[in-house]
Nanobody
Framework: QVDLVESGGGSVQSGGSLRLSCTAS????????MGWYRQSPGSERERVAI???????TYDDSVKGRFTISSDDAKNTVDLQMNSLNPEDTAVYYC???????????????WGQGTQVTVSS
């Protein structure tokens, strides 16, 4: 079992910045990649950014140039620095991790509880 604990989030005015952090804990063989998804009311959960264990990052077009994802493999953490926030970024943000549980042939996905980000105009 893997637990993902998120921190950060909150309320900010348009143009402001926030930083989200997530730490994975538990017993597992290794982390394949970690990232962040978000979901606003009435919408599907969408991928914001993910980063692989090799450091390759992928961003949704809507956040490119504004958000930066980073990870610390030694600490099993992933951060999301969010700049130039706008009201369309308002959502619950979920930490995500794809993990090898016992071996590279035993993958399982995990989600955090979610943290609210609210951007006012």
């Amino acid at each position: 079992q893997v637990d993902l604990v998120e921190s950060g989030g909150g309320s900010v005015q348009s143009g402001g910045s926030l930083r989200l952090s997530c730490t994975a804990s538990g017993s597992f063989f290794g982390i394949i990649f970690m990232g962040w998804y978000r979901q606003s009311p009435g919408s599907e959960r969408e991928r914001v950014a993910i980063i692989s264990r090799t450091g390759d990052a992928t961003y949704d077009d809507s956040v490119k140039g504004r958000f930066t994802i980073s990870s610390d493999d030694a600490k099993n953490t992933v951060d999301l620095q969010m700049n130039s926030l706008n009201p369309e970024d308002t959502a619950v943000y979920y930490c995500y991790a794809a993990v090898w549980i016992h071996s590279p042939y035993d993958r399982k996905d995990f989600w955090g509880q979610g943290t609210q980000v609210t951007v006012s105009s």
